[in-house]
């Protein structure tokens, strides 16, 4: 999650996995890369890796898979970086519009978009 957190504010750059701008997908390969495991370069495939769990069991430097285009297709794929003690989730992610941000699960908008959530680690 610290090697998640160092890239805030980086620009979102589709394709993108360094400093100078970054993806959804681009910003998971790269933090885990830091960390000797290796995941698919895309969100989709990423989606695949490790184990299934409940939103309610994640922990920190899991992974929440979104539907941001609609449908059920694994579009964006964001770390979770923090559970509140309400239970609100906090993630990592690039945004396309504000680059690599934290928000919360419980925002309408990622609420709506949430598919599930794997465990990597």
Request: proline share 2%; glycine share 10%.
């Amino acid at each position: 999650v610290k090697d998640a957190e160092r890239y805030l504010g980086v620009p979102y750059k589709y394709a993108g996995n360094t400093r100078a701008g970054m993806d959804c997908s681009g910003l998971v390969t790269k933090v885990f890369e830091e960390n000797n495991i290796k995941l698919p370069r895309q969100s989709s495939q990423q989606a695949a890796k490790g184990s299934s769990i409940s939103v309610s069991s994640v922990m920190p430097g899991d992974l929440l898979f979104f539907a941001t285009s609609g449908g059920r297709k694994v579009s964006h794929v964001g770390i979770v970086s923090k559970i509140e003690n309400n239970g609100d989730i906090k993630f990592v992610h690039s945004s396309t519009s504000k680059g690599v941000i934290t928000s919360s699960i419980n925002e309408t908008y990622w609420k709506n978009a949430f598919l599930f959530a794997r465990t990597i680690l």
